[in-house]
């Protein structure tokens, strides 16, 4: 254990102590103190929504709220930088099922929020924002730390508020609440002015409450369900679409059932991973641009695509013109304005995830015949393995250094990762069984993710849950400061910065598409990432050779506390199956040779 | 260089079979002999909407940010206090148009979407200012399209015209003779026509309670609106 650890409480201890939500809810109504101001009719809010965790940045118009969860069994994990309170509480939602919550103050913190709120919106995570606000009778007078937050934030978020009176804050804190996690997930943000924070109420807020008409579909139309269940049940090669909605609506269990019972063979799209086994015979893993071969020829061929939970994103479809272009399509989504908005949906059946997926079971009088299907699912599993050769005397395979990590791991571990060649290598080459164990930046693709999302999640996470974060140099040195958050607040995360001294994923595409001409892909000099995380007082390896990766990985994990590895792999290492932007998704290549 | 063998074992590209189906650029399948894109349309939507501030915003940000294309926007309150009605143009393929009504029922704001399909009760107001010089003849063709003098000075004479856009275009030919000086325009605003609701669920303020604004009119965006019973469709 660090010495910086000692003057902080054992992890574990603490969060073995905590109440569930609701009875410490029913405390807070006892015990708490009373609402005197716009600030605490705030945090009442948040207590009132089972707030446990929240992550931030102080500054001068957000203090008063600030002021107001020194009183709050509320726990506030103080961060380096408002992006990564902002990463720090998507990842927090994402594993805890509830909205993260996080504050800042008016001007740069509310914009150093804005990449992690954008983050939050395109992965559809529930997340709350909390931004400070010069006050009032200042806003439009170019105020200093004055930003236009709500007008800035508009197009990334559900919706936001810009909070009007000390009256009424706290119902709005609580709509934000409960606008973030209902339907489709997402984030909101309630900017709070100064003088209204500090302005006097003993207005108590209620329970969180969504806004009049937001409330989310349930049902799907009975005629659309029917419909689809008849061309399920006619299909020779039913396909069965899994995206990021059914782990948000914790239809997995459903989902499963579903798969197993009708023998529908799965893939996942990468937000949807963990919604199915990756073990199981039946899961092709997932399709896209660098999704597995066998997931990319199966979604080429299926007669019948049941999309859940996916909105087609264009990394999952490749060119449009040739997206499963023999299919029918069943899209079973809780947002109608992601029906045929990318790919036509001949079956719209507009739901919650699970809801829909036993009217479709309950609908339908027999399985499709789909045995011939199966069998040539598992004959492109075996043509297209995502194996790899290793040569001790030639630089690491990142693939190795994720497989050592998977083995030497439980399966509840969660893993969390920056974006790049190193995040593709994460989600190929780690077995991902479990939902809410794959934690990723998306849609909005954020380099510098992966640290501050490992320590959102390790809030989140149960004691017996490892948390690995797999990075690459470059993502790692854009949020590296919360190393100091990590090692502050004594949590036992792994770091394993796979580590090429490029841009690897520019740097792979300058190679295939720019003739190898490597502008600003080529760092040339990294500082060695071991010393900096000792420096940070993390422990720090470097390994540069095959037969240190067992040993340092082990080291790594039984160190109790924020550890980094960085692992030297092969420069040259490219991340395959690939297809290229707007290709046909059939056509992945295996090689450079084949883009 | 290094010895690590870069790639994947399998089947290249051009030996692996392919479906011969293709979908259009809206994701639908086509035949892919007599493959066609979908023609533009007009559309004209309404939507009911809380009057807040910074509802405009919201609406215009989300046709801007989606890259929808919009030729007209009208913004006016309905009988509802509190509730605004948007007219809005809309010039897209069939899937776009459908896509632009589901984007906007998301807006929290936005309490409910119509499109005015058939022969919706359309009209326009134009304000015109003409050459003065020759004001009987601006006069006549004034009477003839049934618009009235707003302002007649010995240079500029000002007409307010109302219409259906091809009355609007007709009337404005046949001012051009005289010089047209500056004209202002509201873009058309419409009703659905007969009993039917302009909007899905839409209601009189006689039986409706307006959305989302407090009894002192205090109009803030978070306001109770939990005792609202008018009927929402978003």
């Given at each position: 254990m660090s010495e910086t650890a000692k003057s902080h409480p054992d992890a574990d201890e603490e969060s073995t102590t905590e109440k569930p939500p609701?009875?410490?809810?029913?405390?807070?109504?006892?015990?708490?103190?009373?609402?005197?101001?716009?600030?605490?009719?705030?945090?009442?809010?948040?207590e009132n929504g089972g707030v446990e965790h929240a992550f931030g940045v102080q500054g001068g118009a957000i203090m008063p709220v600030y002021d107001a969860l020194w009183d709050s069994d509320i726990e506030h994990i103080t961060m380096a930088h408002e992006q990564g309170a902002a990463h720090a509480a998507d990842a927090y939602g994402v594993v805890a099922n509830e909205p993260g919550i996080a504050l800042a103050t008016s001007g740069p913190g509310a914009t150093n929020l804005v990449t992690g709120i954008a983050d939050a919106n395109m992965d559809s995570d529930a997340m709350v924002a909390l931004t400070g606000q010069v006050p009032s009778d200042m806003v439009g007078s170019d105020a200093f730390q004055e930003t236009d937050t709500t007008g800035v934030t508009m197009p990334i978020t559900k919706h936001n508020w810009f909070a009007a009176s000390a009256d009424s804050i706290g119902d709005t804190v609580g709509e934000a609440f409960a606008l973030a996690e209902s339907g489709r997930p997402g984030p909101t943000l309630v900017d709070l002015p100064k003088d209204v924070s500090f302005e006097e109420t003993d207005v108590e807020p209620g329970e969180p409450a969504l806004p009049a008409g937001s409330e989310p579909p349930t049902t799907a139309d009975q005629e659309s369900v029917a419909a689809a269940a008849s061309t399920i049940e006619r299909a020779e090669k039913p396909l069965l679409l899994l995206g990021g909605g059914v782990i948000k609506a914790e239809a997995t269990d459903t989902a499963r059932e579903f798969a197993r019972e009708h023998g529908i063979p799965v893939v996942t799209t990468m937000p949807g991973i963990g919604t199915y086994p990756e073990d199981d015979e039946l899961c092709l893993s997932w399709a896209g641009m660098h999704g597995t071969g066998y997931a990319n020829m199966a979604i080429t061929h299926t007669d019948c695509l049941i999309g859940v939970g996916t909105r087609f994103d264009d990394r999952l479809t490749g060119g449009i013109d040739t997206f499963a272009p023999e299919a029918e399509v069943v899209h079973i989504d809780i947002d109608p304005a992601e029906i045929s908005k990318n790919i036509h949906a001949d079956y719209p059946c507009i739901g919650d995830a699970g809801t829909v997926l036993d009217q479709l079971t309950?609908?339908?009088?027999?399985?499709?015949?789909?045995?011939?299907?199966?069998?040539?699912?598992?004959?492109?599993?075996?043509?297209?393995?995502?194996?790899?050769?290793?040569?001790?005397?030639?630089?690491?395979?990142?693939?190795?250094?994720?497989?050592?990590f998977d083995e030497?791991?439980?399966?509840?571990?969660?893993?969390?990762?920056?974006?790049?060649?190193?995040?593709?290598?994460?989600?190929?080459?780690?077995?991902?069984?479990?939902?809410?164990?794959?934690?990723?930046?998306?849609?909005?693709?954020?380099?510098?993710?992966?640290?501050?999302?490992?320590?959102?999640?390790?809030?989140?996470?149960?004691?017996?849950?490892?948390?690995?974060?797999?990075?690459?140099?470059?993502?790692?040195?854009?949020?590296?400061?919360?190393?100091?958050?990590?090692?502050?607040?004594?949590?036992?995360?792994?770091?394993?910065?796979?580590?090429?001294?490029?841009?690897?994923?520019?740097?792979?595409?300058?190679?295939?598409?720019?003739?190898?001409?490597?502008?600003?892909?080529?760092?040339?000099?990294?500082?060695?990432?071991?010393?900096?995380?000792?420096?940070?007082?993390?422990?720090?390896?470097?390994?540069?050779?095959?037969?240190?990766?067992a040993d340092s990985v082990e080291a790594a994990l039984e160190y109790d506390g924020p550890s980094v590895i960085d692992f030297h792999i092969d420069p040259d290492a490219n991340v395959y199956p690939m297809v290229a932007s707007g290709a046909p998704n059939g056509k992945f290549a295996l090689s450079e040779e084949q883009l | 260089m290094s010895e690590n063998q870069q790639g994947l074992q399998g089947p290249p590209p051009e030996e692996r079979p392919h479906p011969d189906g293709r979908r259009n650029s809206q994701g639908i399948r086509i035949d892919p002999e007599v493959e066609a894109e979908p023609d533009t349309q007009t559309a004209m939507i309404s939507a009911l909407v809380e009057h807040e501030p910074g509802v405009l915003a919201r609406v215009a940000g989300l046709f801007s940010r989606r890259q929808f294309n919009i030729e007209s926007l009208t913004v006016g309150p309905t009988t509802v206090e509190g509730n605004a009605r948007l007219t809005l143009i809309v010039e897209e393929p069939e899937p776009g148009i459908d896509q632009a009504k589901k984007q906007l029922a998301k807006l929290k704001p936005v309490i409910s979407v119509g499109e005015l399909e058939g022969r919706p009760v359309r009209s326009e107001l134009v304000l015109l200012k003409v050459n003065g010089d020759d004001p009987d003849r601006v006069q006549a063709v004034t009477e003839m399209y049934?618009?009235?003098?707003?302002?007649?000075?010995?240079?500029?004479?000002?007409?307010?015209?109302?219409?259906?856009?091809?009355?609007?275009?007709?009337?404005?030919?046949?001012?051009?003779?005289?010089?047209?000086?500056?004209?202002?325009?509201?873009?058309?605003?419409?009703?659905?026509?007969?009993?039917?609701?302009?909007?899905?669920?839409?209601?009189?303020?006689?039986?409706?309670?307006?959305?989302?604004?407090?009894?002192?009119?205090?109009?803030?965006?978070?306001?109770?609106?939990?005792?609202?019973?008018?009927e929402t469709t978003n």
């Open positions: 609701a009875e410490a809810a029913s405390e807070a109504d006892d015990n708490a103190t009373p609402v005197t101001d716009g600030s605490t009719a705030i945090v009442r809010a948040l309950e609908a339908m009088d027999r399985e499709p015949d789909a045995r011939e299907w199966r069998e040539q699912c598992q004959t492109w599993k075996d043509e297209y393995p995502m194996d790899y050769s290793i040569d001790k005397d030639a630089p690491l395979r990142p693939e190795f250094v994720v497989e050592a030497a791991t439980d399966d509840n571990t969660i893993v969390t990762s920056g974006v790049g060649q190193h995040q593709m290598w994460a989600s190929q080459y780690w077995e991902f069984t479990e939902p809410r164990t794959w934690v990723s930046s998306h849609g909005l693709g954020t380099m510098g993710y992966g640290l501050p999302s490992a320590i959102g999640a390790r809030f989140a996470a149960d004691d017996d849950q490892g948390v690995v974060c797999f990075d690459g140099d470059g993502s790692f040195l854009m949020t590296i400061q919360e190393l100091s958050v990590a090692v502050r607040e004594n949590l036992d995360i792994t770091v394993a910065v796979l580590n090429n001294e490029y841009v690897g994923m520019v740097r792979q595409w300058q190679d295939a598409f720019f003739e190898g001409r490597h502008m600003a892909s080529e760092y040339n000099w990294m500082p060695e990432f071991d010393k900096l995380a000792e420096a940070f007082g993390a422990k720090g390896w470097r390994v540069n050779d095959y037969d240190e990766v | 049934d618009g009235t003098t707003l302002d007649a000075g010995p240079e500029t004479i000002t007409v307010q015209l109302t219409g259906e856009y091809n009355e609007i275009e007709d009337a404005l030919d046949a001012y051009r003779q005289f010089g047209i000086i500056e004209i202002a325009r509201t873009g058309p605003t419409a009703l659905a026509r007969g009993s039917t609701p302009t909007t899905p669920g839409e209601k009189p303020a006689a039986e409706a309670t307006a959305v989302g604004v407090e009894a002192d009119g205090g109009g803030d965006a978070g306001g109770d609106s939990a005792e609202s019973q008018a």
